[in-house]
């Protein structure tokens, strides 16, 4: 087996070093414009960093392939291949940012063979770092992480997000399903505005489940790693195996309050990430 311990030790210099880049920049004036829906933003920043991103670890690593929020949006093809890939948030939680509200992260995750591998998240306002690699562990600052080991979906805490389309078929499945959730019953239901904090903090054990419809790989590569090395589960919202292009996902500290969490849930269609 291959040992990529280096290139975690990379991803997270480079994730700290963009974190700096993120952190000075919020106290700017921004530059903001939208891409797939009038709610899914961009900014400069963004673009920044992930360039920043992804020439520095081109450089260091010539025959990796990389798949980036901005590169996609602007057409380059979104495909996971065996060979050693990059799957980079420069920016997670865009909106969060453009308001300077404080949940806000850079997200790299690496996969070799369509296996992820390794996930680092720093979150820019408060200078948390997780970080995992496949078969090692997960850590915060350095500290082990441990999922919640909860079974009883009554006393779980659930964190989703609402993704970008907000037409009114949508809206009311999103509802529905938080209705749901919400009376199933659990301990209640929280939105924070970045799909890469939230599931860190599945696997910091603070929530016991996430899920949402529309994120993208970039949102669940790195950050799935992070959990599956925290003791978690992360997979499909059918309960399948996690499919990284599905634009869908369920996380949760024991596979009790994930198949809870399964048996709840309507569909949203967002399309996939290797074929949109
Ligand atoms: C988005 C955020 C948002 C979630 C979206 C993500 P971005 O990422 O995490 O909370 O609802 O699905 O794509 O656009 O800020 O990088």
Redesign the pocket.
């Known amino acids: 087996m291959e040992d990529w311990s280096h290139c975690l030790d990379v991803a997270v210099q480079i994730a700290l070093r963009a974190g700096q880049v993120v952190q000075s920049a919020v106290k700017q004036e921004k530059q903001v414009s939208s891409k797939s829906t009038p709610t899914?933003?961009?900014t400069e920043t963004?673009h920044q960093v992930e360039e920043l991103i992804i020439s520095t670890l081109r450089e260091k690593y010539p025959t990796h392939r990389f798949i980036g929020?901005e590169s996609s949006a602007a057409g380059v093809k979104c495909e996971l291949t065996d060979d050693p890939t990059w799957i980079i948030?420069p920016?997670?939680?865009?909106?969060?940012?453009v308001h300077s509200f404080p949940m806000v992260a850079v997200s790299i995750g690496f996969a070799v063979r369509k296996e992820l591998e390794l996930g680092v998240i720093y979150h820019c306002f408060d200078g948390t770092l997780y970080t995992a690699r496949k078969g090692h562990g997960a850590f915060c600052n350095g500290v082990r992480l441990q999922v919640s080991k909860e079974k009883d979906v009554s006393k779980a805490l659930i964190l989703t997000?609402?993704?970008?389309k907000r037409d009114p078929a949508t809206l009311d499945i999103f509802l529905g399903n938080m209705k749901k959730l919400l009376s199933a019953p659990t301990h209640g239901v929280r939105?924070?505005?970045?799909?890469?904090l939230?599931l860190c903090h599945i696997a910091s054990g603070a929530a016991e489940a996430y899920y949402?419809y529309?994120?993208?790989c970039?949102?669940i590569a790195a950050a799935a790693v992070i959990i599956r090395e925290a003791g978690g589960h992360v997979m499909d919202t059918t309960g399948g195996p996690l499919d990284l292009m599905s634009r869908r996902v369920v996380a949760a500290g024991t596979r009790e309050i994930a198949d809870c969490v399964v048996k709840q849930l309507q569909p949203i269609n967002y399309g996939r990430d290797d074929t949109d």
Request: with cysteine; charged share 25%.
């Open positions: 899914d933003l961009v963004d929020e948030d920016i997670d939680g865009t909106c969060n940012f997000e609402i993704g970008a939105i924070i505005g970045s799909s890469t939230a949402q529309g994120l993208h970039w949102d």
